[in-house]
């Protein structure tokens, strides 16, 4: 049995024109490379932004400045009694244990 295929699966265009589609696929695919590969050289060399911290400006004339209560002080907890320790006397000796084998 002989499969035949509708449409070669080779570009050798040499004595045809190239089809128009394939143009066309080519370009859009190479365009989309070319952007991608800028985004990416641009982000990865490219300084990040200043960031410019603004201070607040100085106050000048008749206002008050109202500073926020201090909180209360905490005392600190009264300390802990430690639990007496414990001596346990060590376990009177036993003698060996022995085993017979017959």
């Known amino acids: 049995m002989i499969a035949h295929q509708s ?12 089809p128009r589609r394939l143009t066309t696929a080519l370009l859009i695919a190479g ?5 991608l590969g800028a985004y990416v050289a641009y982000m ?3 300084p ?18 109202i500073e926020p209560p ?3 002080k905490s005392h600190p907890p009264p300390p802990r009694e430690k639990p007496p320790i414990r001596i346990h006397e060590a376990a009177p000796p036993q003698a060996p244990r022995t085993s017979i084998r017959s």
Request: proline letters at 20%; charged letters at 15%; a neutral charge.
């Open 70 to 72: 201090t909180p209360p």
């Open 7 to 18: 449409a070669p699966l080779t570009f050798d265009f040499r004595g045809a024109e190239r």
């Open 48 to 65: 990040p932004p200043a960031q410019i911290e603004t201070a607040a400006p100085p106050l000048v004339g008749p206002w008050v400045t």
């Open 31 to 35: 365009s989309v490379h070319v952007a």
């Open 44 to 46: 990865k060399f490219s």
